[in-house]
């Protein structure tokens, strides 16, 4: 291991201790689980110690009350350089200083995290060229694979970049999906059909496996976490490819029914037959980062959609959340960062975020 974490801050203790106090209290059967979305993390002194703050706080809080896991939200490096490998090893390090965590860490993928923009051939085009973007396979290996020595993850297979976790006793599964889904593809002039910067949805593989795999046999309860949200009108996001079909599987499990879809697409078809039948299933929301604020909404669909503030010091889009405020970071103090703890009691059927950091605690209503 390479790098080392600094010491916990005074103000990061203190931001614990106050966390501690806030936190609702965790019953036989509840999920909890610590969401840091758009890290944007780079070489720089302020996020290191930003991220070993992170890494002391949650393992501290976990000695007190189980944190299932952590999930790391997508843009979880900055693709500052416009080096390939550079940008690999700002990976490694980011890995590197989360090797220390207590807590499980899963990842998610974000539409920064494979440094295709920096393959852009003019500003404002998002026509890439070939050359600066990271694979997959590179991706998985350097911060994805850690999950594989969880027993309760289970991991697509074949290094694709989503999963899903069993948490014991609670009724409920945990699907991480990979919403920068695109498959590469370079014509004879090496630029790229399909960029993760600027492309987003789910390819039929990932379709196939959500419904023919992870929703299958599951607990009662799923919770979706993605990078990016589902689009609607009002929000800053994006179109989804395929993201009509994840929802109507979707709804065909929580109904208990039978779902047959199929498209016809060079680069995004799909042939699913699942059959739900037998029991119906809820799902409590979708969470999300991306669009660097705290927001909630219920998309056309019927789904709630919640999104967490940036976790880093990357404040291009910014927006205001829900209460109309725009959080700022400010360096070496308690609001440095963002992190959302989730706490979902199915018991109760209720779902909190306590607040670490800059911004608000929040209760959703999922009833």
């Excluded at 036989?28 to 758009?38: E, L, Q, S």
């Excluded at 090496?190 to 992870?214: C, I, P, R, V």
């Excluded at 109904?255 to 037998?278: N, V, W």
Aim: with cysteine.
């Amino acid at each position: 291991m390479s790098v080392e974490l600094f010491p916990i801050a005074d103000y990061a203790k203190a931001e614990c201790e106050r966390v501690k106090k806030t936190l609702p209290a965790k019953k036989a059967g509840d999920v909890r689980f610590a969401f840091v979305t758009d890290l944007h993390y780079k070489y720089m002194k302020p996020m290191r110690a930003m991220v070993s703050n992170i890494v002391h706080t949650l393992n501290k809080l976990n000695d007190v009350q189980k944190i299932d896991f952590v999930c790391l939200g997508g843009d979880n490096v900055g693709n500052y350089p416009n080096s390939r490998e550079e940008h690999i090893d700002m990976m490694q390090e980011l890995a590197d200083l989360l090797q220390f965590s207590k807590v499980p860490v899963i990842f998610v993928q974000g539409n920064h995290d494979d440094n295709s923009i920096h393959g852009e051939i003019a500003p404002d085009t998002h026509k890439c060229k070939t050359g600066f973007e990271v694979p997959d396979a590179i991706q998985y290996n350097v911060l994805f694979a850690n999950a594989e020595r969880y027993s309760n993850y289970h991991p697509a297979g074949d290094k694709k970049l989503y999963g899903y976790m069993d948490i014991e006793n609670a009724d409920t599964r945990i699907v991480f999906l990979n919403t920068s889904d695109m498959p590469h593809i370079v014509d004879e002039n090496g630029f790229m059909k399909y960029n993760q910067q600027w492309d987003f949805g789910y390819s039929g593989a990932q379709l196939s496996w959500l419904a023919e795999t992870a929703l299958k046999n599951a607990p009662t309860n799923v919770l979706i976490l993605q990078h990016a949200p589902t689009k609607v009108d009002y929000f800053f996001s994006e179109e989804l490819e395929n993201q009509d079909a994840l929802n109507d599987i979707l709804k065909a499990f929580m109904k208990g029914e039978r779902i047959d879809i199929s498209r016809e697409h060079e680069d995004f078809g799909f042939d699913i037959h699942a059959d739900f039948t037998g029991k119906t299933h809820r799902i409590p929301a979708k969470i999300a980062g991306h669009c660097h604020a705290d927001r909630t909404y219920v998309s056309p669909d019927g789904f709630l959609n919640i999104t967490t503030m940036l976790a880093g010091r990357k404040n291009s889009g910014l927006l205001a959340g829900d209460n109309g405020i725009i959080y700022e970071r400010e360096l070496f103090c308690d609001k440095e960062t963002t992190v959302d703890i989730f706490t979902f009691s199915p018991s109760d059927y209720t779902l909190k975020a306590t607040r670490y950091g800059s911004g608000e605690n929040r209760t959703f209503d999922i009833k």
